[in-house]
């Protein structure tokens, strides 16, 4: 087999859709041949560019692209600290650029090098919110109507219905995203409940905490919610009181889901081995890309761990092309969360995957089948933005995990 070298790695940075998106291109010594892989760090995208071109570039320039374990253990290696945000971003971008090249290489779609699919396309869920029960109700029926079967069920930002209640504030508090943290919680209980009530249970319904509560309050969520049969709650603790969990599932049946936090396999191994999660959901590029993805999947079906992999906003079609080619061959998927391409995404990354009645459906074309339009990408230029969610305070002025 012909050995082929890497000529060059770029980094493009883009915020089609005002997000700020980080994309890598690992380019050949083969004349039209190059790969591209997503390397998004939306609230730190500079550094992790900068550990791109200043530190990867000129470790890999020239090494075989065909080598894709090789050059992820010495990425990862050559910098002796390992993992973290950071780092494991910047490796993705060049990891998941070497399994779009060897597909193009190959004359096949990347799930083709995977093993093949197992289904056609992967169950995705949307977000359904509303500022009432009502909206909440009628943004439900406008998913369903759309074939969507899994949802996940918010509470706006930090709780509007909660918010009809005053907060009890001291004099002086900074600027912030408020929240209380009970008011939040009998809110999601209070929205399960009336969606119950009103569709049945022929849908699924997720919830995503995202740390907000007290881990005592986490086991009486989770003990509550049973009776209105989540798919999944997600984030009830944060992944330091990871140990509360044992408490949680010795008083509720209630599926857990943890992962877009994790950065280093030491955060998820013992969850793994001690079944305190059902679903494992890492976001891909902060985990290192699809070579340390797939062998977490192997690890979660040894263990009866589905997987349900991070899927906002924050991350390119690259990315999401990634983890829908691992979907496919993976059988102990559960679901895939999807953000939705807007029409500027699309522009940018032509080929975006197709959604077709709340299926995702992977390109059949080598790679992983998305390109990206560099001329568009410049159209979009990023700049630092720190939204509001993160910034969130308690009642009396704490700033909290958003
Ligand atoms: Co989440």
Not at 150 to 161: D, F, K
Request: charged share 25%; net charge negative.
């Amino acid at each position: 087999m012909k050995k082929i070298a890497i000529r060059d790695i770029k980094v493009l940075l883009t915020a089609p859709g005002g997000t700020d998106l980080v994309v890598v291109k690992v380019e050949t010594d083969e004349p039209g041949l190059h790969g591209w892989g997503c390397a998004t760090f939306t609230q730190r995208y500079e550094t992790v560019s900068s550990a791109i071109t200043e530190y990867l570039r000129p470790l890999l320039i020239g090494r075989c692209v065909q080598d894709i374990e090789e050059i992820w253990q010495l990425s990862m290696n050559s910098a002796y600290w390992r993992n973290g945000p950071v780092l494991n971003n910047a490796i993705s971008g060049v990891d998941e650029a070497l399994w779009d090249i060897k597909g193009k290489l190959a004359g096949m779609p990347v799930y083709e090098l995977l093993g093949g699919k197992v289904r056609p396309a992967a169950a995705v869920y949307r977000y359904a919110d509303g500022a009432t029960l009502n909206e909440l109700e009628e943004d439900v029926r406008r998913h369903m109507a759309a074939g969507y079967r899994y949802l996940r069920v918010q509470t706006g930002e930090h709780s509007p219905l909660a918010k009809t209640k005053s907060l009890v504030q001291p004099e002086g508090v900074p600027n912030g995203s408020y929240y209380d943290p009970k008011q939040y919680m009998e809110d999601v209980i209070e929205r399960f409940r009336y969606l119950r009530e009103v569709f049945g249970y022929g849908l699924e319904l997720i919830h995503d905490v995202h740390e907000k509560l007290s881990p005592i309050d986490a086991v009486y969520l989770s003990k509550t919610l049973e009776a209105y049969r989540p798919f999944y709650l997600e984030d009830v603790l944060p992944p330091e009181q990871s140990e509360w969990l044992d408490l949680i599932r010795a008083q509720s049946s209630v599926p857990m889901a943890m992962g877009e936090l994790f950065v280093s396999p030491k955060d998820w191994k013992d969850l793994i081995v001690s079944h305190r999660i059902d679903y494992i959901r890492c976001h891909l590029s902060m985990i290192g890309g699809l070579t340390p993805a797939r062998k977490l999947a192997a690890l979660c079906e040894c263990f009866g761990i589905r997987t349900a992999w991070h899927g906002p906003y924050d991350l390119t079609p690259v990315g999401m092309a990634a983890q829908l080619h691992l979907d496919v061959t993976t059988p102990n998927f559960g679901i895939q969360e999807f953000y939705g391409f807007d029409s500027e995404v699309k522009q940018v990354f032509p080929g975006c995957p197709e959604m077709k009645g709340g299926f995702l459906y992977p390109s059949d074309k080598p790679g992983f089948g998305v390109e990206v339009d560099e001329k568009a990408a410049v159209e979009y230029p990023c700049r630092y933005r720190s939204p509001a969610w993160v910034e969130s305070r308690l009642p009396d002025g704490t700033a909290v995990r958003p």
